[in-house]
């Protein structure tokens, strides 16, 4: 039977609010303010893997096994999340360039948006091996291509353009969903000094990221709440920068009124 949109509309009104809804979740994510233990419950950020395959390191994310799987405390994942949206929003807030990757099938989507609203960059496929540390030669090698000769500028004698060559741009900040699949991207990072933020699942090492966030990475769910909830705070210290950048601007252009006034009042007098 099919369902048309106006019945997921009553659908979706009816629902509790702690309820996880994905089809909103990704076009309206949560704000950190507005995170709870609720939403976290219900989108399974809580369940872990086997004991067979715990990382020890995680111990202190766990609060116990249930039915043969690691149970994460919710309470670690609340505040670690609270702890990295702080530090996106503080990124974005001071023009830092953020790369969002995730690349597990179905991740695309909550990665792009939360780019988006951060006015970042977003990577959903095979990290390219030395795009940071050794990232003119690797992008350069990969876009170079031959332009065709201008007869027009012949004529003049102006001797043809090289192609242009893209530069490099290194991130600020790298928001990782799986980094069990991207230790390439989190070693040339490391090597470069760019802080990280990571889903850490209980078969992980916290320690391959700067800011851990413990939840179960596996869990498209798990990874639309985490990407939407970190795009918000980006979103918040975008708009902050543009805020302050707007009202620099006006300060700006007040005084240099303020001075040309000035200078007309003095050629008056003078005249007079």
Same mark, same amino acid.
């Given at each position: 039977?099919?369902?048309?949109? *106006? ?8 629902? &509790? ?13 949560t704000g &950190? ?8 419950? #219900? ?6 893997? $086997? +004991? *067979? ?19 994460? *405390? ?17 990124? *974005? ?11 597990? $099938? ?44 201008? &007869?027009?500028?012949?004529?003049f004698?102006?001797?043809?353009? +090289?192609?242009?060559? &893209? ?23 490391? #090597? ?12 992980a ?19 639309e709440?985490? #990407? ?45």
């Open positions: 039977m099919l369902i048309e949109d *106006s019945q997921y509309d009553k659908w979706e009104f009816k629902c &509790p609010t702690t309820l996880h809804r994905p089809f909103t979740r990704v076009k309206h994510p &950190p303010a507005d995170l709870t233990l609720a939403l976290l419950l #219900a989108s399974q950020a809580h369940l872990g893997h $086997s +004991p *067979s395959l715990w990382n020890t390191k995680t111990q202190a994310y766990i609060y116990g096994i249930r039915q043969g799987v690691h149970i994460i *405390s919710l309470d670690a994942t609340l505040s670690h999340l609270k702890l990295a949206a702080s530090v996106v929003r503080g990124v *974005s807030a001071n023009g830092g360039l953020i790369l969002f990757v995730g690349t597990r $099938s179905g991740q695309d989507q909550a990665i792009v948006g939360a780019a988006r609203r951060t006015g970042g960059y977003h990577l959903f496929h095979r990290w390219l091996p030395g795009a940071i540390t050794n990232g003119e030669y690797v992008i350069g090698r990969g876009r170079l291509k031959a332009e065709p000769v201008d &007869p027009r500028k012949l004529e004698g102006l001797p043809p353009q +090289p192609p242009v060559i &893209p530069k490099a741009l290194k991130p600020d900040l790298v928001v990782i969903m799986n980094p069990l699949e991207n230790h390439v991207l989190l070693r040339e990072c490391t #090597a470069h000094r760019i802080p990280t933020i990571g889903i850490i699942d209980t078969n090492d916290p320690s391959l990221v700067t800011y851990a966030i413990p939840a179960n990475d596996d869990s498209l769910r798990c990874v709440v985490i #990407a939407g909830t970190l795009g918000r705070a980006g979103e918040d210290g975008r708009l902050e920068r543009e805020a302050r950048d707007k009202r620099r601007n006006m300060r700006i252009a007040m005084k240099e009124i303020k001075a040309v006034d000035g200078k007309v009042t003095i050629r008056v007098a003078e005249h007079a």
